[in-house]
């Protein structure tokens, strides 16, 4: 019933950029935070970044502040991840997830994120 389609994956030199969107469907998100989690081979999934149902709030990994930029647009519950000055090191699979609550949770180390998307591959060469 729920599904969040992500787009913009591919391959990009280091210190070039890329855009990652993430559409919700089934229901709508436009009302509730939504976020960007990414997981490079043998490791654990980590956090990107989030961004509540308003757009009011948003969070950011360390590794990626600065660099990242998440926005939302209500056409078509889009989510937006543009990520500029990419490093080697950002590669990895990045999944779009959505919450069932309005604001995220930052005691949570999913930020309480429900629903998940099937990830897009970004790599970045040297």
């Known amino acids: 019933q729920v599904q969040l389609v992500e787009s913009g994956g591919g391959y990009v030199q280091a210190g070039g950029s890329l855009k990652l969107s993430c559409a919700a469907s089934?229901?709508?998100?436009?009302?509730?935070?939504m976020g960007w989690f990414r997981q490079a081979p043998g490791k654990e999934r980590e956090f990107v970044a989030v961004?509540?149902?308003?757009?009011?709030?948003?969070e950011y990994a360390d590794s990626v502040k600065g660099r990242f930029t998440i926005s939302r647009a209500s056409v078509q519950n889009t989510v937006n991840l543009q990520m500029s000055s990419l490093k080697v090191d950002d590669t990895a699979v990045y999944y779009c997830?959505?919450?069932?609550?309005?604001?995220?949770?930052?005691?949570?180390?999913?930020?309480?994120?429900?629903?998940w998307g099937e990830g897009q591959q970004v790599t970045v060469s040297s």
């Open positions: 961004i509540n149902y308003d757009g009011g709030r948003s």
């Open positions: 089934g229901r709508t998100f436009n009302s509730h935070a």
């Open positions: 997830a959505a919450s069932l609550w309005r604001e995220y949770r930052s005691d949570y180390t999913d930020y309480g994120m429900t629903y």
